[in-house]
C-alpha cells in the first residue's frame, strides 16, 4: 500500500522554523525521487523541493532557496524539509510527494494528505 504521512505543520511567527516529516511506505521511497509540494486556496499546487533518490542531489523553488533544507534518511524511510526565515508567503499546505521531472517540471506522482504551514503574527 503505498503511504506518505506527513507531520510538522503548525503556526509560527515571521522569521521563524518548522520541520516537516514526511514517512514514505517502500517501494516508492527507493523508487523515486522525494518531494514537497505547497497549495493556497484556489491556487494550483506548486513544487517546492526534492531530493533525489541516492540523496546526493536537492532541488529548490527560487522563493525557498537558502532558507529551505531538504533531506533524507533512509534508515527511517523519511523525508524531511527544515524551513527557516519563514514569511507569510510561505503560508500553505504542503503536501510531500513521490515526484519525476519532465521537460524541467516537477511532477508528483503519489501524495501524501499534506500538512498546514501557517506563518502569522
Known amino acids: 500500500q503505498v503511504q506518505l504521512v506527513e507531520s510538522g505543520g503548525g503556526l509560527v511567527q515571521p522569521g521563524g522554523s518548522l520541520n516537516l516529516s514526511c514517512a514514505v511506505s517502500?517501494?516508492?521511497?527507493?523508487?523515486?525521487?522525494l518531494g514537497w509540494f505547497r497549495q493556497t486556496p484556489g491556487k494550483a499546487r506548486l513544487f517546492v523541493s526534492a531530493?533525489?533518490?541516492?540523496?546526493?542531489?536537492?532541488y529548490y523553488v527560487d522563493s525557498v532557496k537558502g532558507r529551505f533544507t531538504i533531506s533524507r534518511d533512509d534508515a527511517k524511510n523519511t523525508i524531511f524539509l527544515r524551513m527557516n526565515s519563514l514569511q507569510f508567503g510561505d503560508t500553505a499546505i504542503y503536501y510531500c510527494?513521490?515526484?519525476?521531472?519532465?521537460?524541467?517540471?516537477?511532477?508528483?506522482?503519489?501524495w501524501g494528505q499534506g500538512t498546514r504551514v501557517t506563518v502569522s503574527s
Open positions: 517502500e517501494p516508492i521511497f527507493s523508487s523515486y525521487a
Open positions: 510527494a513521490a515526484v519525476t521531472k519532465g521537460g524541467g517540471i516537477w511532477y508528483g506522482v503519489y
Open positions: 531530493v533525489s533518490r541516492t540523496g546526493d542531489s536537492t
